[in-house]
Structures are given as C-alpha cells and as structure tokens.
C-alpha cells in the first residue's frame, strides 16, 4: 500500500488443461470494504479481457506459422517475415495518418475538444525517439551500416555456393571425360 495504493493480485494456475480455452489466470482488484465498521482491504475478483493491436496479432502469427529449419526454404520463411513486417507498418503508417488528419482538424477547429484523447497523444509523442538527436543518427547508421554487412555477407555467401556448384559440375564432367580417354578444355 505504500507504493501503490490500488494493489492487483494475478493469480496463475501453472496445470495444463488442453480443454481450457482462456488463460489460466484469475486477476483479484483491492476493495475497501466496512466490515464491523472497520474499514479494510480485500480483494475481490475482477473480469479482464485482452486487446492486441494488429502487429501484436501478426507477430504472433509468425510465429505460430513459422515452419521449423528443416521443413520450407529460408527464402520462404524471409519472405512470410518481411511480409508481416511489410503489414504492420503499413497499419502503423495508416494509424500515424489518421492521428496526423484528428490533429490537423482539431487545429483548425473542425474536431470536438477531447482532454482525454489529447493525453493519450501527447503521451504516445513523448515515447517516441528523437529523431534529430545525434545518439539517434548514430544508432540509426550504425543499425544502417549493420543490415548493409550482413547482405553483403550474404551475397558473397550465394556466389561462394554457385562457384562450388560450378566446380563440382566441372570436375564431374572432366571425370566423365578422362573415363572414356577424351580431352576437354575448360575455361
């Protein structure tokens, strides 16, 4: 109670029942309760629902479709990753536009004023990074540069496996070759 006057207590069930469709979690909320005209805290059961926003929900999807190493090409999984990622931005893109259109009305005096609303926008902008900081460019290049290696590495990488492909091929074929006691010349 002395640092934090509303205490919640979560209550975990830690035995698996496939049957069971919620979490196994019972959440209990503090009430101040008279009993015998004395006031004390008790804690009562509370309902609760979950809310996820579409990256949550497409993250968690990926994951859950994800194929283990041995089944599906990396190729494939990259692709389904960077199609996930692809989405939740363009929602992210698309909710960004929307608050940018409510503040532009609200300036102009088009919108309704809402406290509320205008709490919750100034709270999200003072979560966001600054994007003019020199830590941010900084860690934005060195980020940058990072991706920029590892593609590099990556199409050495490719062209490494086609050069031994190759090789493989040609000296299968100049086996063939000397087998039967003819010449071939190879470039």
Known sequence: ???????????????????????????????????????????????????TVEAERISVDHVAHLKPSDGGSAATQLAAHLTGIHS?????????????????????????????????????????????SEKFQDDFFMEYNDTLLITYLAMFTNCSSTMNELV??????????GRRGGRTAFI
């Open 88 to 132: 939740a931005i363009k929602m992210l893109n698309s909710r960004i536009r929307l608050l940018h259109n409510y503040l532009l009305a609200k300036q102009k005096g088009d919108m309704p004023y809402d406290n509320s609303l205008l709490r919750q926008v100034s709270s999200l902008l003072r979560r966001l990074p600054a994007i003019g």
């Open 1 to 51: 109670m002395d640092i934090n006057e509303s205490p919640v207590y979560v209550l975990l069930n830690p035995s698996i029942n496939p049957a069971q469709k919620d979490l196994p979690i019972t959440i209990y909320e503090s009430e101040l309760h008279v009993i015998d005209g004395i006031p004390q805290l008790i804690f009562v059961r509370s309902s609760y629902t979950i809310e």
């Open 168 to 177: 493989d091929k040609s000296n299968t074929a100049y086996d063939r070759q």
